[in-house]
């Protein structure tokens, strides 16, 4: 569904292998939860994807429907190797699994600090600092902040991507933190931000307070306006609720709209698996 509602400053760049095929056109699709494709001439990239919820089954509870396979519907031609990066190591963003499998046919990128726990379990991926930037084929990514209730612990990042013109943002599962300016000043505008919506009120063990643990849906969206975005993309709700352990939010979808066209922003609300609709900042048309 979609409603027209009308670190560090100087990235450094570490070389990849990939070789470079451009195009004209990026292309989004949403997965399930918060996992998000990116294709661009020659090259596959996938952040966070998820298929295998059994590990996450205690805590959030089973899914509300099957999610998606992460390789590319039928009839859609995707490049042979598959790119990925991971916010972070949560057991909904990292799928151990599922990246093991795919850790064969292209990089793994992340945080310098989960290196080693991915290493432990077999993955060898390309570490990188917040603010440094790395290019995969035509695609450049950069780690910049994120936040979540681990507080001065939490390793998670945000990624930045940028492609033919085209720049747009991924966020995780983040709750609201004061970095968003820096983020904006450093990398932005961006044209479309994927932001968590579910605002949920999460009690785990070390951790238990009335107080969401994402962003809300109001948040989100003003996440997106002071990042400069020209669209948002709802990602990380609608599939888990399971009081009173992890408890999402009422009306998400709803709330996310009003707020949106309230800012003057478009809003995206994809099923898994869908296309997101990209307006190009560059030139002002619609890709699919």
Not at 140 to 165: H, I, K, M, N
Not at 217 to 245: K, R, S
């Amino acid at each position: 569904m979609t409603t027209d509602t009308t670190s560090d400053a100087t990235p450094r760049i570490t070389p990849d292998t990939t070789p470079d095929v451009t195009s004209d056109t990026l292309r989004l699709r949403r997965l399930g939860w918060a996992g998000v494709e990116i294709l661009l001439g020659g090259t596959r990239l996938l952040i966070d994807p998820l298929e295998n919820v059994g590990p996450l089954e205690p805590a959030l509870g089973k899914p509300k429907r099957p999610l998606p396979p992460v390789e590319a519907p039928e009839g859609v031609e995707a490049p042979e190797g598959t790119h990925v990066l991971l916010t972070h190591l949560h057991p909904d963003h990292y799928d151990r699994e599922l990246l093991t499998r795919l850790a064969g046919s292209g990089t793994v990128g992340c945080h310098t600090p989960v290196a080693p726990a991915l290493a432990r379990d077999g993955v060898e991926a390309v570490p990188q600092e917040r603010g440094r930037a790395r290019r995969i084929g035509p695609l450049t990514v950069t780690p910049v902040a994120s936040l979540d209730w681990r507080g001065s612990e939490s390793d998670q990042v945000a990624w930045v991507v940028e492609g033919a013109g085209t720049r747009i943002i991924h966020c995780g599962d983040t709750m609201w933190h004061g970095d968003w300016w820096k983020i904006a000043r450093d990398h932005g505008p961006f044209d479309l931000a994927f932001l968590p919506v579910n605002g949920v009120i999460a009690k785990f063990e070390g951790y238990e307070a009335d107080v969401p643990v994402t962003l809300t849906p109001e948040q989100a969206v003003e996440a997106a306006a002071v990042l400069g975005a020209t669209a948002v993309c709802a990602i990380h709700y609608e599939l888990f609720d399971n009081p009173p352990t992890y408890v999402e939010q009422p009306d998400i979808a709803g709330r996310f709209v009003r707020a949106a066209a309230q800012r003057g922003l478009i809003a995206h609300l994809p099923g898994d698996g869908e296309a997101v609709p990209l307006v190009t900042r560059r030139a002002g048309r619609a890709t699919r």
